[in-house]
């Protein structure tokens, strides 16, 4: 899976995965798992639901694209991020 290394990779995708979110399954989670539950988002890309999961949740993040993670903790630098 090289393909989310490169930043043109990654700007691909954040354009293609514009407007869509987890948010319907965070509400599911929301139900049953307390707020301030540590939760590990795996494939966190472009943070958009790990800003969500966030609001609710001690999240960390992590992903196998260093580029990904590079952008998302220049936005978010006090986030929990793994790269895998």
């Known amino acids: 899976m090289e393909y ?3 930043k043109e990779s990654v700007d691909e995708y954040i354009k293609m995965a514009k407007g869509h979110s987890g948010r319907q399954l965070i509400e599911k989670l929301r139900k049953f798992l307390p707020e301030k539950s540590k939760v590990l988002e795996l494939g966190t890309g472009p943070g958009t639901d790990w ?7 001690d999240v960390t ?6 580029e990904f993670l590079k952008r998302l903790t220049s936005k978010e630098p006090a986030g929990d991020f793994l790269e895998l």
């Open 4 to 6: 989310y290394k490169t």
């Open 61 to 66: 993040g992590s992903d196998n694209s260093a």
């Open 51 to 57: 800003k969500l999961l966030s609001s609710y949740y």
